[in-house]
C-alpha cells in the first residue's frame, strides 16, 4: 500500500499534558509514527512518498478562518506574553461553557486558547503548526492518489485529527485529517463518502464537521463515552441532524470489550456504509484498542488487526487510511501496519 508520510511530525513535540492535577508526559510522541514508519519498511508494505504541495484554501474547506489564523499566530502569542515561555508549551486554562459568549474573540491569547479548544491534555508548541498543515497535506495528497486510481493509500502522520473540530483542537488533535482526506473526495466529485472510526476514543471531531450533512456518512465504534474521552460526544442515539439524519452511526462499546464484541459493532459499521452507498471510504485509524495501550481500556490483539484489515477490504471500497491514535509505542507499528497488510495490496 502506498504511504504518505508526513515527515515534519516530530516538529510536533509536547512535553506535558495535564492530568488529574498534574502534568504528566505527553502520550502522544514522535515516536509513534517512527515505529509505524519502520514496520512499513521492515515489511516492504509499498512506496512511501511526502505529501504535496497544499493550496491553503484546503484546509478552509473544513476548518473556520479565525480557528486557522488563531493555530498560524499562536506560538507566536504565547511566546510574547513571556519570553520564557520559548521553553514551556502552551495549554489553555479557561473555557467559555453555555452561559457564556462564542461570538466574542477576545484579544487575551489566554482566552483564545479556550475558546478554540476543549481539554488540558492537547499542548500547542513551536512546531505544532507546521507539523499538523504537513499532515493536512499528506491525507489530503493520500486522498488525490486513491482518486488517480490506487486501491488504497495510508496518511503516516501526527498529530492525530478525529478530535479537532471546525474551530477546536483537542485529544491531542489540531487539524482534522480524515475529514479533509473526505472532504477532498468529495471536491473531487465522488457524491457519498463514509468515514469509518476504528480509534478507542469517539472521533467528536469529525461528528461535528459532517453532523448536518447527507453527502458524509459518519460511523464509529469506540468506548463508551459514559466512562471514556470524549465525555460529552459518541452516544448511541446522535444519528444526524437535518439533512444528515440517519448519515451518524455511534457504536459505543463497555470499557473492557474483547475482539469478538468489537469485531461485531464493525461488522454493523461496514453494513450501514454499504446501505449508504458510499463512494470511498476513509478510515480513522486508531489502535488504542490495543491490550496493551496505557490510557485505553479494550482488549484487542496484534493478531486481531490483520483481521479488521480484512473485515475493512471486504467492503470493495477505495480507501484513506489516516493514522490516529495508539499509544503502545511498541507495538503501535506492528498493530497499525496488520491492518493494512490484512486489507491487501
Ligand atoms: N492521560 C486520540 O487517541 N485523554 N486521542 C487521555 C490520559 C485524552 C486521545 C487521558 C485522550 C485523547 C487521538
Ligand atoms: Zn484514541
Given at each position: 500500500m502506498l504511504t504518505i508520510y508526513n515527515d515534519r511530525h516530530a516538529l510536533h513535540q509536547g512535553r506535558f499534558e495535564m492530568f488529574r492535577g498534574e502534568l504528566v508526559p505527553c502520550f502522544e510522541v514522535p515516536a509513534r509514527a517512527d515505529f509505524v514508519l519502520r514496520e512499513l519498511q521492515l515489511r516492504g508494505l509499498g512506496a512511501i512518498e511526502g505529501p504535496q504541495e497544499l493550496p491553503a484554501v484546503a484546509i478552509a474547506r473544513i476548518h473556520s478562518q479565525r480557528y486557522l489564523d488563531f493555530l498560524a499566530g499562536a506560538w507566536q502569542e504565547w511566546v510574547a506574553l513571556d519570553p520564557a515561555n520559548a521553553n514551556r508549551d502552551a495549554l489553555p486554562s479557561y473555557w467559555p461553557i453555555r452561559s457564556f459568549r462564542s461570538d466574542v474573540l477576545p484579544a487575551s491569547f489566554s482566552a483564545r486558547m479556550g475558546l478554540f479548544s476543549f481539554d488540558a491534555g492537547s499542548p500547542l508548541?513551536?512546531?505544532t503548526w507546521a507539523a499538523a498543515r504537513a499532515g493536512a497535506a499528506c491525507a489530503i495528497t493520500a486522498a488525490r492518489k486513491v482518486l488517480q486510481g490506487e486501491r488504497a493509500a495510508f496518511a503516516l502522520?501526527?498529530?492525530p485529527g478525529h478530535h479537532a473540530g471546525m474551530d477546536f483542537f483537542g485529544?491531542?488533535?489540531?487539524?482534522?485529517?480524515?475529514?479533509?482526506?473526505?472532504q477532498a473526495l468529495r471536491d473531487a466529485g465522488l457524491e457519498r463518502v463514509a468515514v469509518l472510526d476504528v480509534d478507542y476514543h469517539h472521533g467528536n471531531g469529525t461528528q461535528s464537521i459532517f453532523y448536518q450533512r447527507a453527502d458524509v456518512f459518519f460511523a464509529s465504534v469506540h468506548c463508551d463515552p459514559h466512562t471514556e474521552y470524549p465525555y460529552f460526544l459518541g452516544y448511541a442515539d446522535?444519528?444526524?441532524?437535518?439533512?444528515?439524519?440517519?448519515?451518524?452511526?455511534?457504536?459505543?462499546?463497555?470499557?473492557?470489550?474483547?475482539?469478538?464484541?468489537?469485531?461485531?459493532?464493525?461488522?454493523q459499521a461496514l453494513r450501514a456504509i454499504a446501505d449508504f452507498r458510499a463512494d470511498a471510504l476513509v478510515v480513522s485509524l486508531g489502535v488504542d484498542t490495543f491490550e496493551g495501550d496505557p490510557i485505553s481500556g479494550f482488549g484487542l490483539r496484534s493478531a486481531d488487526y490483520l483481521a479488521i484489515g480484512e473485515d475493512i477490504a471486504a467492503a470493495g471500497l477505495p480507501t484513506v487510511f489516516v493514522f490516529e491514535g495508539g499509544y503502545a509505542v511498541a507495538e503501535v507499528?506492528?498493530?497499525?501496519?496488520n491492518v493494512l497488510e490484512g486489507f491487501g495490496q
Amino acid at each position: 500500500m502506498l504511504t504518505i508520510y508526513n515527515d515534519r511530525h516530530a516538529l510536533h513535540q509536547g512535553r506535558f499534558e495535564m492530568f488529574r492535577g498534574e502534568l504528566v508526559p505527553c502520550f502522544e510522541v514522535p515516536a509513534r509514527a517512527d515505529f509505524v514508519l519502520r514496520e512499513l519498511q521492515l515489511r516492504g508494505l509499498g512506496a512511501i512518498e511526502g505529501p504535496q504541495e497544499l493550496p491553503a484554501v484546503a484546509i478552509a474547506r473544513i476548518h473556520s478562518q479565525r480557528y486557522l489564523d488563531f493555530l498560524a499566530g499562536a506560538w507566536q502569542e504565547w511566546v510574547a506574553l513571556d519570553p520564557a515561555n520559548a521553553n514551556r508549551d502552551a495549554l489553555p486554562s479557561y473555557w467559555p461553557i453555555r452561559s457564556f459568549r462564542s461570538d466574542v474573540l477576545p484579544a487575551s491569547f489566554s482566552a483564545r486558547m479556550g475558546l478554540f479548544s476543549f481539554d488540558a491534555g492537547s499542548p500547542l508548541t513551536a512546531g505544532t503548526w507546521a507539523a499538523a498543515r504537513a499532515g493536512a497535506a499528506c491525507a489530503i495528497t493520500a486522498a488525490r492518489k486513491v482518486l488517480q486510481g490506487e486501491r488504497a493509500a495510508f496518511a503516516l502522520t501526527r498529530p492525530p485529527g478525529h478530535h479537532a473540530g471546525m474551530d477546536f483542537f483537542g485529544g491531542y488533535c489540531f487539524l482534522n485529517n480524515a475529514a479533509l482526506a473526505a472532504q477532498a473526495l468529495r471536491d473531487a466529485g465522488l457524491e457519498r463518502v463514509a468515514v469509518l472510526d476504528v480509534d478507542y476514543h469517539h472521533g467528536n471531531g469529525t461528528q461535528s464537521i459532517f453532523y448536518q450533512r447527507a453527502d458524509v456518512f459518519f460511523a464509529s465504534v469506540h468506548c463508551d463515552p459514559h466512562t471514556e474521552y470524549p465525555y460529552f460526544l459518541g452516544y448511541a442515539d446522535e444519528r444526524g441532524a437535518g439533512a444528515g439524519e440517519g448519515c451518524n452511526l455511534n457504536l459505543p462499546l463497555a470499557r473492557g470489550s474483547g475482539f469478538p464484541r468489537w469485531r461485531t459493532a464493525l461488522a454493523q459499521a461496514l453494513r450501514a456504509i454499504a446501505d449508504f452507498r458510499a463512494d470511498a471510504l476513509v478510515v480513522s485509524l486508531g489502535v488504542d484498542t490495543f491490550e496493551g495501550d496505557p490510557i485505553s481500556g479494550f482488549g484487542l490483539r496484534s493478531a486481531d488487526y490483520l483481521a479488521i484489515g480484512e473485515d475493512i477490504a471486504a467492503a470493495g471500497l477505495p480507501t484513506v487510511f489516516v493514522f490516529e491514535g495508539g499509544y503502545a509505542v511498541a507495538e503501535v507499528g506492528i498493530n497499525t501496519v496488520n491492518v493494512l497488510e490484512g486489507f491487501g495490496q
